[in-house]
């Protein structure tokens, strides 16, 4: 290491969310660059946030703005220098960042798969027809709508726990989570049955964590290489070029995962209609070196597959 390291006296400041499962992300960052550099815990300081996505939980995020409500506070933070990185769930973060700003590291990837959770029943299919689901999520919406049409769906935000709360006091029979969050949250107690890919594709970069830097600190930059995972940014370079391509937003039902098998990356993606009456989708296998470029032509591919008249709705 060229630079100067952390210190008790001049930690390296970390930004996140305040939420359980965003603290236990940085939370590892923090355990991670430690171990890489031998520091204690003090060489670190972590910095809380809130963003306007965490506090506006009654509406829906595209009422509201889309998935850079939960990043632009922190980013303008960094960018005035009060932080040195900030720790993002890459689901949540727009494929652009604002001028000054990097993101190029990533902790290993968690399990990637959705989690149905219900008091009461084990599977989606056990669910009795007219049963309520809640999810805040465009793309489970549209993909329960597409599966399971006889079901009620309502709007369900905030964080994992606001979530569990809300099935205890009956708001909905069953929602959906994320597996990597109840790993990461070790909430082994949490009733789930991971759902495979095979039936319900995930978000784009789900499970992934990413790592925010301003461009010109190197320091910085050098610390971040240590404990960059690069099969999870080959991953998600394939994913989110297919986000990029399709301009990607909490408006529009999109899915995306890319695997990796040797020297080969297979990419399935799927857009979706919001009331889950249509689905264009594909699933290709190239070399790794051709991810990114794979997104795009899958994106164009579908935007084509999905014809005249498909994303009306955005405009109605």
């Not at 769930?89 to 798969?113: A, F, I």
């Not at 465009?138 to 369900?156: G, I, M, N, S, W």
């Not at 949490?190 to 461009?215: F, H, K, N, S, Y």
Request: charged fraction near 25%; aromatic fraction near 6%.
């Amino acid at each position: 290491m060229k630079y100067e390291l952390p210190s008790s006296q001049k930690p390296l400041n970390i930004g996140t969310r305040g939420s359980p499962l965003a603290l236990a992300q940085a939370y590892e960052t923090r355990d991670r660059l430690g171990y890489a550099f031998d520091l204690p815990h003090d060489a670190f300081a972590i910095q809380v946030i809130t963003t306007t996505g965490d506090r506006i939980i009654d509406r829906p995020l595209k009422a509201i703005g889309g998935k850079g409500l939960f990043t632009r506070e922190i980013e303008e933070m960094m960018l005035a220098g009060s932080i040195d990185i900030a720790v993002h769930s890459m689901k949540d973060m727009p494929t652009l960042q604002p001028e000054g700003l990097w993101l190029d590291t990533y902790l290993p990837r968690e399990d990637v798969r959705d989690a149905f959770i219900s008091l009461n029943s084990t599977t989606l299919a056990d669910l009795a027809e007219g049963c309520v689901v809640g999810t805040s999520s465009l793309r489970r919406q549209a993909q329960l709508r597409l599966r399971r049409p006889d079901l009620k769906v309502v709007e369900f935000r905030g964080n994992l726990q606001t979530r569990l709360k809300k099935l205890e006091a009956k708001v909905a029979d069953a929602t959906f989570l994320a597996m990597a969050g109840l790993k990461r949250l070790k909430m082994h107690d949490v009733p789930r049955t991971a759902i495979e890919p095979e039936d319900m594709l995930p978000a784009v970069a789900q499970g992934a964590i990413g790592i925010e830097r301003r461009i010109g600190d190197m320091r910085v930059a050098e610390m971040l290489e240590a404990i960059n995972d690069g099969q999870t940014g080959q991953r998600l370079n394939a994913e989110r070029a297919f986000l990029t391509a399709l301009d990607g937003s909490c408006e529009t039902p999109i899915a995306g995962l890319a695997q990796l098998d040797g020297n080969s990356l297979r990419l399935r993606g799927e857009v979706l209609r919001p009331d889950g009456s249509d689905v264009v989708f594909d699933d290709v296998t190239v070399p790794i070196e051709d991810g990114a470029e794979a997104g795009r032509v899958m994106a164009a591919k579908l935007l084509d597959s999905a014809g005249e008249g498909f994303f009306d709705w955005r405009t109605a």
